[in-house]
């Protein structure tokens, strides 16, 4: 039996080993394990049980000698020893025996001058489905000629770690060794945490190469060429203002900015589907097909069609596809020098202009912060939006201080004097809590399409006393009263409170997470005010 190297690892009696094999295979593969089932679209469904989404407590990295003085150490990034990483390794392998192995050899980085090898180690054939079109898949005679991996990722969901002996805080474990190029993962069968793993590895290294790693997606102009990126968390509207009809997509979720521009870590797409409707997301939709892999959307077992607007399991539905199955899709997955970059929000505090330019200053204020917020929840007594500040868009990810990835920004725009602009996919006219509604599709689709053909060049813009941006007076397709945040509210004291209680948040959260970030940045962030 061949085993393609894995005994290397102490995997020494496997019940098979599989390298490489073909979405069909893999699909038939994962409905013979009892992992899934197909929907009408061909696609493949499976449910992932109590981890719906990353657990961000249960994630480690290895502190070593080597790599202590670069990594940001604290809640996010948090020490485990060489020892427990290395003994909870040994018990995955020694789980691992017996089993049905799946290998996928493939890259990370469209660039071939930064690109890194993977080999993901899986004990189901779903997730190695799923990280088969996530990254980029070689062709026969790269895999030919693959020769050994930069870094192993070694994935069990069905081995439980015991926090008492392995040091966890759970039963899952999701641990990085920079110096020994290994990640393991185990205690969860959501996907999205072999992809972040890859990314965080990404992130650290790409440093050391003159490459800014960015949690964006991002698009180009297929006339001109011209590139755009878009930074913003989950449900901000990334992954679906990147897949514009009318655009290239480089990809949807994870990038480097190089001295010679973008380019995707990633071969797919990883989109959420809660609420997905084919008028409004049609790539999406679309992509959903043989060969994707569903998570925890709902399912009818007759007619095995989707129920998108089921949020039962979780509201983080998910399907990964491959690039290619965007039929704009830019391949090889490279673009020029940003001309564009925005920052992408979903305010539910229904404050922020819809639409504003930042200057260098408040674009490195703006990047660091990572704001975004988020419907009340069902907790008794909490009736109104919270704040969610993540440090560069993708705190969870990023292991080294926020500094380091802010600077290489602020050099890069300094550089090529490419245009930043904050956009609010959130609520319009009133907060979430009060019944507004959100921003609609097709206005910001308008608004980013101006930003990036240069149609606010020539348009007027405002001051925004408070927040402390300015915002156009007009932009095409695009009725003016809706540029204007303020006006949109009927009680306009409601909105300055509102506003300076927002502003506020802002301002704490900088104070308390960089406190010793220049005063030209700290100066560019909003600012209550008694009066607007």
């Given at each position: 039996m061949e085993t393609y190297g894995i005994e290397k690892l102490g995997i020494t009696n496997p019940k098979a080993v599989y390298r490489n094999l073909t979405p069909a295979h893999l699909t038939e593969a994962a409905l013979r394990l009892g992992e899934g089932s197909l929907s009408n679209t061909g696609a493949l469904v499976v449910t992932t049980g109590k981890y719906t989404g990353r657990s961000p407590k249960d994630k480690f990295i290895v502190?070593?000698?080597?790599?202590?003085?670069?990594?940001?150490?604290?809640?996010?990034?948090?020490?485990?020893?060489?020892?427990?990483?290395?003994?909870?390794?040994?018990?995955?392998?020694?789980?691992?025996?017996d089993?049905?192995?799946?290998?996928?050899?493939?890259?990370?980085?469209?660039?071939?001058?930064?690109?890194?090898?993977?080999?993901?180690?899986?004990?189901?054939?779903?997730?190695?489905?799923?990280i088969h079109q996530l990254l980029i898949r070689p062709t026969a005679e790269e895999l030919a000629n693959y020769g050994e991996a930069d870094y192993t990722i070694l994935c069990a969901p069905g081995f439980k770690c015991n926090p008492e002996v392995d040091g966890t805080n759970s039963e899952a474990c999701i641990a990085i060794d920079y110096e020994a190029k290994t990640i393991i993962i185990c205690g969860s069968q959501y996907s999205g945490e072999i992809k972040k793993s890859v990314f965080a590895t990404m992130n650290y290294i790409m440093t050391k190469m003159n490459v800014l790693p960015m949690h964006c997606s991002a698009n180009m102009d297929p006339e001109t060429n011209e590139t755009a990126v878009f930074f913003g968390l989950s449900g901000t509207g990334k992954t679906t203002l990147s897949a514009d009809p009318n655009r290239k997509l480089i990809g949807d979720d994870e990038h480097g900015w190089s001295p010679d521009g973008v380019f995707n870590f990633e071969g797919g797409c990883y989109a959420k589907c809660i609420n997905l409707t084919e008028e409004n997301e049609p790539e999406i939709y679309n992509a959903i097909k043989f060969g994707s892999l569903v998570e925890n959307v709902v399912m009818d077992p007759e007619t095995r069609e989707f129920d998108f607007n089921d949020d039962s399991l979780t509201e983080n539905t998910r399907v990964g596809y491959p690039i290619e199955y965007i039929n704009n899709a830019q391949v090889p997955s490279m673009?020029?020098?940003?001309?564009?970059?925005v920052f992408l929000t979903a305010d539910a505090f229904g404050v922020l202009p819809p639409i504003s330019r930042l200057d260098k200053n408040a674009a490195m204020y703006h990047f660091v912060t990572g704001f975004t917020s988020k419907l009340a929840g069902t907790e008794r007594g909490i009736t109104e939006p919270q704040p969610t500040f993540s440090t560069l868009f993708g705190e969870p990810f990023m292991p080294m201080d926020a500094?380091?990835?802010?600077?290489?920004?602020?050099?890069?725009?300094d550089q090529y004097g490419t245009k930043v602009y904050l956009v609010n996919t959130g609520w319009a006219g009133g907060s979430a809590s009060m019944g507004a509604k959100r921003m609609k599709l097709a206005y910001t689709r308008a608004m980013v399409s101006a930003a990036l053909n240069g149609s606010f060049d020539s348009i007027e813009f405002?001051?925004?006393?408070?927040?402390?941006v300015d915002y156009p007076t007009s932009c095409p397709n695009v009725p003016s009263e809706m540029l204007d945040a303020r006006e949109m509210w009927a009680d306009k004291s409601a909105y300055d409170a509102q506003a300076n209680k927002l502003a506020q948040m802002f301002a704490d959260n900088f104070a308390e997470k960089y406190p010793n970030m220049p005063a030209e940045i700290v100066n560019a962030g909003p600012r209550a005010v008694a009066s607007v």
């Open positions: 502190d070593t000698e080597t790599i202590h003085n670069d990594i940001a150490w604290g809640k996010v990034n948090r020490p485990i020893s060489r020892e427990k990483f290395n003994a909870i390794k040994e018990k995955m392998i020694s789980y691992l025996q089993k049905e192995i799946f290998i996928f050899d493939g890259y990370a980085g469209a660039d071939k001058t930064y690109q890194q090898k993977f080999r993901v180690i899986n004990e189901m054939a779903s997730q190695n489905l799923f673009g020029g020098i940003p001309k564009v970059v500094s380091v990835y802010a600077k290489m920004l602020g050099d890069k725009l405002k001051h925004h006393d408070v927040f402390n």
